[in-house]
């Protein structure tokens, strides 16, 4: 609980401050408010045009190789576009292009003359922004200038420009690198025509044989040659197998299986007759021997016929063995030659491949290597040259600039709400440092603390001599508490002789000694005021009287005090007025005379007031209050410093006198928060007429206290 009310009353503080310090806050900020009008008023107005492109990767805008990649969100890239819209070159062609120079020259020098180079960037960079749509591949160049066709000219011949240095770029580096291709190509055509004369001497020198174009990859002769070696050794194989196998199938047949088998395996026309005429004469013979006997001569001859047939068939089949043998035997042989060429064949090509083929073969590798790097450099320029032909188009215009009518700044209702808000800001603040630099008394707490005195009494501002107001003044119920509070001081007892002391000149003692006075009166006490302020008194204007003698002329003994004491209009209220000061006054108060005069005058009045100089610096206030049964301290509200209410409270204690409290005289309550329910009390107490002599409630700072 604590802790809150302690927040809570730093709030009020910072609140307290504000309020108590509103004129210096409203005016500074209605004098920055001003000026910031004014100055918006005088600015020129500046108009925006905005110009959108979409930036894409450098790609041809038909594929004609091969698919190109699909590039997808790249920040960096678009990063680097941005500095490159806003780079040194663009802006320096843009400002060629359009003769800047000499045009913002006429505008803004007095003798027309052009502008620098850097002057003109400057001014460009300063006017052109350049931002990014989130999540897309579009730019916008915004441009602000006095002049509305200007900054869209502006804006356009940027996205122009840029668009140009795109495109002038990626030919400059394709050309750069066909040219380059082409040096290479050279340098290749060089060294492929070096590879293809070392080729050519070499297959000279070493006798190297070859069959078709060696572009095309010919093949040498001895290749060849082993190549037919070994298709006439396989054929030679076969066909000694085949006769081998004809042979041995005749070898295992006799009889009429050899007879009918010979017929397949061997196709000789002899054989294949005899055999037929054989099955002729057996079926002659057969029909026969079906009508005649063996012995008939046609029998017997046919049968003749038949055995002379069949042995002409077994010479023929023996023949035929013995044929097919022979034949057999020259195919092996035949093989066996092939063979035994074959492998001589390969041994001379292993020796040839060692000491003629492998180097050559070698430097045909180099020389088809050379070729291929050569038609690869050639086909490569070929495609980049047909590239550089096909349109691209990595800057796409989106949105053209177009000058706009309504200007951008400056921007009225925000500056002057800008301005409002820095002057509220600058107000508080100086609001606060004039709080902190002011080390015034300004409550209650800064009294107790600094003092050690309670507050008997709180008086408003501007405050008139109650005789002036009237009894029924708002301000009298201020003095009533007063009153109130001197009384618990002396522990219920009324009635004393009081004195009222400054620390400072003019922190309204002297009003507030004849208001409370003048109160004390009408409560029906018989009140004496006496202005012992002897340099300044001003008692005696509050009353309308003379002042020719007084206080002076008693302290001196000149005439008794009787016939100074004046009567007023105010019931029970008297009045000692000062006097004419004589021009020795040295020892005129002095604490003997002083405390005769207080001892007279209580046994005449209940209260005896009197109106003292300030304590510090003048004496007669200190040996007035050195008699007194009290002394109140009048400290006015936020005039002079502490110190000066410290000062006066130490010198009280130095001469003994007996400090009963403090008055904290001229607050502004309806400024000042910490106040203002003083002010609601003393209104609320007004607004119903009624006066409670017998009880008063006093208020102050969280405090009440009974009053009897």
Known sequence: MDGDQDSSLHFLDYWRVIRSRKEIILAVTLLIVITGAAYTFTLPRIYSSEARIEVRPDALDVDVFNQQPVMGYNPFFLRTEFEIIRSRTIFTQVIRDLNLQAEWGREMTSDGSPLTLEQALGLLSRSVRVDQYRDTSLISISVRRPDPHEAARIANHIAEVYRSHRLAQTRRVISGGLEALQNEMEKQRAVLDQAEDELERMREELGVAMMGSRERGGIQVDKIRLQQLEGDRVSARVDMLVRKARYDQLVELDGDELLTASAYIVNDPALATLRRQLIDAQINLRLLLENRGEQHPEVRRIRAGVDELKQQIEDALNG????????????????????????????????????????????????????????????????????????????????????????????????????????????????????????????????????????????????????????????????????????????????????????????????????????????????????SDLRRP???????????????????????????????????????????????????????????????????????????????????????????????????????????????????????????????????????????????????????????????????????????
């Open 320 to 531: 035929l063995r013995r044929g097919l043998r022979a034949d057999y035997e020259v195919a092996r042989a035949k093989y066996d030659t092939i063979s035994e060429e074959l492998q001589l064949a390969r041994q001379a090509d292993i020796e040839a491949e060692r000491e003629r083929f492998l180097p050559f073969e070698k430097m045909e590798r180099e020389v088809r290597l050379q070729r291929d790097i050569f038609q690869a450099l050639r086909a490569r320029i070929a495609q980049e040259g047909i590239e550089l032909q096909v349109p691209r188009t990595p800057v796409e215009i989106v949105d053209r600039a177009e000058p706009r009518s309504r200007h951008v700044s400056p921007r009225f209702t925000t500056n002057i709400l800008l301005s409002l808000i820095v002057g509220l800001l600058a107000g508080v603040g100086l609001a606060y440092f004039i709080e902190y630099l002011d080390t015034s008394v300004k409550t209650v707490d800064d009294v107790e603390q600094n003092l050690g005195l309670p507050v008997l009494g709180i008086i408003p501002q501007k405050v008139r001599p109650l005789i002036e107001e009237g009894p029924e003044s708002p301000h009298a119920e201020a003095y009533r508490v007063l009153r109130t509070n001197l009384q618990f001081s002396n522990k219920g007892m009324t009635g004393g002789a009081y004195t009222f002391v400054s620390g400072g000149v003019g922190e309204g003692k002297s009003t507030t000694l004849f208001n409370l006075a003048y109160v004390c009166a009408q409560m029906g006490e018989r009140v004496l005021i006496v202005d």
């Open 538 to 708: 001003v008692q005696h204007t509050f009353l309308g009287v003379n002042n020719n003698f007084g206080l002076t002329n008693v302290l001196l003994r000149d005439v008794p005090i009787e016939e100074t004491i004046k009567t007023t209009s105010v019931p029970n209220l008297h009045f000692l007025s000062s006097g004419k000061l004589p021009r020795s006054s040295v020892g005129l108060l002095d604490a003997k005379r002083i405390r005769e005069l207080v001892k007279n005058l209580k046994t005449r009045y209940d209260y005896v007031f009197f109106d003292s100089p300030p304590i510090v610096g003048v004496s007669d206030a200190s040996i007035l209050a050195s008699e007194m049964d009290g002394v109140m301290l009048v400290v006015q509200y936020r005039k002079y410093p502490r110190t000066i209410s410290a000062r006066a409270r130490r010198i009280l204690e130095n001469v003994g006198a007996n400090a009963v409290g403090v008055v904290l005289n001229n607050i502004n309550i309806m400024r000042d928060d910490y106040y203002y329910y003083y002010h609601s009390y003393y209104s609320y107490y007004n607004e119903s007429q009624e006066v409670k002599p017998e009880k008063e409630v006093v208020v102050a700072k969280g405090k009440q206290t009974d009053s009897f």
